[in-house]
């Protein structure tokens, strides 16, 4: 598919495109969501680290988007040339599950650290880290400790969130509060009503207003401050730690079932968690590794506070009420 | 609508209508071919929505009619001062005011909070010498409105701004020698001049803040602004209910389509065309004044917010993106694309203004108007899946397919824009000289050639900087084609910022201002000249 594309310009150009010729190598198709192909993501360094140890060539093939590949996949069924997914999440997950497409991925994956050991059949998870309110400390002395100490703050404290409807981290939000908060979830909405500046759709919106000044503080992921210190060398983005605990954001892959090379899609798996795999990720991805690469972490991720408690929501729960929870924060912001 | 006399007048051209008649279908079917492959892949029943609809469309159209009428106003203040006041970097002005309607209107609305925003320049400013902020007029209803009126106010002044600027000298010389005051030249001949363009961009306008998502979202400070493309995308993203986006795609295009046949069905109105060597005429005194203020405020509210967007980008370091091979990629990408949508978009505009000029007949040109606005109708995320599956129906590989997708959308995302452009001084022509082709016995390809072609070249250029701009833009129509490799500028933007790079985005945003002001000062030009040479 990359070939068609440049193709495609070529044709478009009037050039005469030498077509590449077919290689034999056996091909692993990968979607995912395009940032994590993008350039900079660790896309292109796990290509190139898997391909040195398989006799093989991985292809990446980006949506826009990580529940863009799902809904792609659905469409497609079972014609689809996908072998893998990678970069759903364990919000996502479940209902992945249901469509039937999965297969199991056969993997002892009981010597990963992760927040909550790993009991998934059919998901991997390859990078983890929680949702936080990010604040900046030149301009948020004391920052909240907990959604209620948020709430009580003056209205002029502004916070910036995204919608739990197109956005991953917006639904992370809405969990988080149920999974803290239960039959009170609503309440806490409500509280947080006056400081909500605005609703994006997309985290990156969220996030530049909070860079911009506009807000004081946006929802995003604890491992945030983790590229200000370890690409613009700025240690004054940080993670408010919430007393109540904070749901985890696990990025899993997962085989389709309709795999045509389902051996070759294990092994890419067995590599994205293996410590050469987990190496790339941190500072491409700006998420913690799921193995304990030791001193391959960039001391920037091992200063960053982790909250005492991860709150966790099964899959059923998911299932059942996630739609119920969404309509509740849109009612309470409304 | 139109008296037979009209008719009488019309050189027959029944190739034009025909054709026009023919692509009118096409798109119609294209659409509809759509909202078919979304039904045929549609497993089960619509979960039903959980969307107050009346309410939304309620909120909605309050929101667009709003917006319409505001930027109509505006722009036409904006245009009467632009046509009247001469100064260094006119051109330069005009061109940066058109350039907010094609800038991805995430930049516009981070310009605007760069100016207007709780940390913008007007609070700094006001904190340093007042010591006291204006608060965030940015957010909110209000903040919605004042980004949708400078994306669409700028747009619309520049349209009559080219009509203005086309009123035959010949006028002008008359009304100068009457003694016009300001207020007489304003309703006698600047209003009869821009009334043609009023209908097509009211329409564009208000469907374009009906449908308008990030904008709203953004700056609307909750889901209580929120637009019906909100809940489409969440139908087709978030819950996978593909009858239920259809349904509420159906019905956008059912509200969208009122307006569009309310702007489609009226008359034509006699518009003036072509560069007019106009005399100077200054008006004096308070008119002046008046302009002078107008355009002080519009820089003010419009251009600085671009200027902003300018300043951030320069200083943020645009040595770094220029120097990476992807970044060159994606601008041949863009330039290809751009191109390619642009002259697309002009031959499909020129077929359905052509024909369009050629009819007297009410219905036909109702029919031939609505189709140049299928594209702002159906919700983006509707045909960007629509389109996946078409592809995926007629056996193509989804990403050899992408870029002819992208400019077909392109020009459809174009088309309304360039109707409104070329639309109006090509029935004008149509209807002012039409007894002169009829006895002159010129062919249809004789009367476009040497009647047309040479009035029309400065409005072919503003067309194709309009279409070239736009195209360069967001590739959400291939959502789900498989993008990794087909980058163009604002998708690499948007990429930049979805990854904590905001610098890199601020120097691409900044990048794509300056490569469309550049567009919209020198194609114009360009064009009005090579026109005239082939005359």
């Known amino acids: 598919m990359v070939k068609s594309t440049r193709l495609a310009l070529a044709v478009l150009t009037g050039l005469i495109a030498s077509p590449a010729f077919a290689q034999d190598l056996p091909k692993l198709t990968i979607y995912t969501y395009d940032g994590f192909a993008a350039e900079w993501g660790p896309g292109p360094g796990l290509k190139a680290g898997f391909e040195a140890t398989c006799v093989c060539t991985v292809e990446w093939v980006a949506a826009d988007s990580s529940i863009g590949t799902l809904r792609r996949v659905q469409l497609e069924g079972a014609s689809t040339e996908a072998d893998i997914i990678v970069g759903l999440d364990t919000a996502i997950a479940g209902e992945a599950r249901a469509t039937g497409l999965f297969a199991d991925h056969g993997l002892d994956l009981s010597g990963l650290s992760l ?19 990010v604040y900046d400390s030149d301009t948020v002395a004391t920052p909240p400790k907990s959604f209620e100490e948020l709430i009580a703050l003056p209205e002029d404290f502004k916070i910036v969130v995204q919608d739990p409807r197109s956005a991953t981290p917006g639904l992370g939000l809405v969990l988080w509060i149920a999974a803290a908060y239960g039959d009170r979830a609503p309440e806490i909405w409500a509280g947080l009503k006056p400081h909500i500046l605005t609703v994006t759709r997309e985290w990156s919106e969220s996030y530049n207003l909070f860079l911009t000044g506009e807000a004081d503080m946006a929802l995003s992921y604890s491992t945030s401050p983790a590229y200000h210190i370890i690409s613009e060398g700025d240690d004054t983005i940080h993670a408010a730690i919430f007393s109540e605990g904070h749901l985890a954001q696990t990025e899993v892959a997962g085989i389709l079932r309709s795999s045509d090379q389902p051996e070759l899609a294990k092994q890419f ?19 913690f590794p799921v193995t304990d690469i030791g001193d391959a972490l960039d001391p920037a991720f091992a200063t ?20 119920r929870w969404i309509d509740q924060m849109l009612a309470a912001v409304q | 609508m139109i008296g037979t006399k009209v008719m009488l007048t019309l050189p027959h051209r029944p190739i034009r209508i025909l054709a026009a008649l023919t692509l009118a279908t096409a798109i119609a079917t294209l659409i509809a071919l759509v909202l078919w492959a979304i039904m045929a892949a549609a497993t089960g029943n619509s979960t039903g929505s959980r969307i107050d609809i009346p309410h939304l469309l309620r909120m909605t159209s309050i929101q667009a009619g709003l917006t319409a009428v505001l930027s109509l106003l505006v722009g036409a203040a904006l245009a ?12 330069m002005v005009v061109g940066l005011f058109a350039s907010a309607i094609v800038t991805p209107g995430m930049v516009v609305a981070f310009g605007l909070l760069s100016i207007w925003g709780r940390n913008g320049w007007i609070n700094r400013a006001s904190e340093a010498l007042f010591g006291t902020s204006i608060g965030n007029p940015a957010f909110g209803l209000s903040g919605i409105l004042l980004a949708h009126v400078v994306l669409d106010g700028a747009f619309a002044a520049r349209i009559m701004l080219a009509r203005l600027d086309a009123i035959p000298s010949a006028r ?24 043609g363009t009023v209908p097509g961009l009211a329409a564009i306008i208000f469907l374009l803040a009906f449908t308008s998502f990030p904008i709203v979202l953004m700056l609307g400070g909750g889901p209580a602004n929120q637009t019906l ?6 139908a087709v993203r978030q819950d996978f209910d593909l009858v239920g986006a259809v349904y509420l795609a159906t019905t956008q295009i059912a509200v969208c389509s009122l307006v569009i046949l309310a702007a489609s069905a009226l008359a034509p109105i006699p518009t003036s065309f072509g560069a007019s060597t106009a005399p100077r005429w200054r008006d004096a005194g308070l008119a002046q004044a008046l302009q002078i203020t107008v355009l002080g405020l519009c820089l003010v509210g419009f251009a600085l917010p671009l200027l902003s967007v300018l300043v951030d980008g320069l200083s943020s370091g645009i040595g770094r993106i220029v120097a990476k091979p992807s970044f060159w990629w994606a601008t041949a990408s863009s330039l290809l694309i751009g191109s390619a949508s642009a002259l697309l978009t002009l031959a499909l505009a020129l077929t359905l203004a052509l024909g369009r000029g050629a009819t007297g007949r009410g219905i036909v040109r109702t029919l031939l108007g609505m189709p140049a606005f299928a594209y702002l109708a159906v919700p983006a995320v509707v045909l960007s899946l629509g389109f996946f599956l078409l592809v995926r129906q007629l056996g193509l590989e989804a990403s050899f397919a992408a870029p002819f997708v992208v400019i077909l959308a392109n020009s459809l995302l174009a088309l309304p824009f360039a109707m409104a452009t070329l639309g109006p001084p090509l029935e004008a022509i149509a209807r002012t000289r039409g007894k002169l082709i009829r006895s002159l016995g010129l062919s249809g390809w004789q009367q476009f050639a040497s009647v047309e072609y040479p009035l029309i070249g400065r409005d072919i250029g503003v067309m194709l900087a309009l279409a070239f701009c736009f195209s360069l833009g967001d590739l959400g129509v291939i959502a789900l084609f ?7 500028l604002p998708l690499m933007m948007f990429r930049a910022l979805g990854s904590y790079r905001g610098n890199d985005a601020a120097a691409i945003a900044a990048i794509l201002l300056i490569g469309t002001v550049v567009a919209f000062v020198g194609l114009p030009k360009l064009f009005e000249r090579i026109a005239h040479a082939a005359r």
């Open chain 2, 229 to 234: 493309e909100v809940a489409i995308y969440a």
């Open chain 2, 172 to 195: 002008l010389k008359t009304g100068q020698s009457l003694g016009l005051s300001a207020w007489q030249r304003f309703t006698l001949l600047d209003l009869p001049a821009i009334r």
């Open chain 1, 115 to 133: 927040p909550e050991p790993w009991t998934d059949g059919q998901f991997v998870p390859f990078d983890y880290a929680h949702f936080a309110f």
């Open chain 2, 80 to 91: 009467w001062s632009l046509n009247r006041l001469r100064f260094p970097g006119r051109d």
């Open chain 2, 482 to 488: 498989g993008t990794q490799d087909f980058q163009t």
């Open chain 1, 304 to 323: 960053l506070p982790q909250p005492a408690k991860t709150l966790t929501l099964t899959d059923e729960d998911i299932a059942a009420n996630s739609q």
């Open chain 1, 269 to 287: 798996l067995a590599y994205l968690t293996s410590m050469d795999g987990q190496k790339l990720i941190p500072s491409t991805n700006w998420m």
